[in-house]
């Protein structure tokens, strides 16, 4: 499922306009987003959390040339499957 069909599913479902449902959707994702760029950790029950992994610089090698490059500290988000929803697809 991607955004436009989560979109249509709202609407359908609540019997409001795709332009409404569309507003929603926006609004739930950019507050989510801008929650992680805080450093916050989102957690939805029954769904799953997001947590922001760091990792630390490092000096890596280039595979073509074999070269030494310094990889810089990054954060990357992170998703952790919730009980209740593993163990639903896993049905």
Not at 5 to 19: N, Q, R, S, W
Not at 30 to 36: P, R, T
């Amino acid at each position: 499922m991607n955004k436009s069909e989560l979109i249509e599913v709202l609407a359908t479902k609540k019997g409001i306009t795709v332009k409404k449902a569309e507003e929603v959707i926006n609004i739930i994702f950019n507050s989510l987003s801008a929650a992680m760029i805080a450093g916050e950790r989102i957690e939805i029950r029954g769904f799953g959390s997001f947590v922001i992994n760091e990792y630390k610089g490092y000096t890596g090698r280039n595979p073509k040339t074999g070269a030494s490059i310094a990889v810089k500290p990054k954060k990357l988000p992170f998703f952790k499957v919730g009980k209740e929803l593993k163990e639903r697809v896993d049905k």
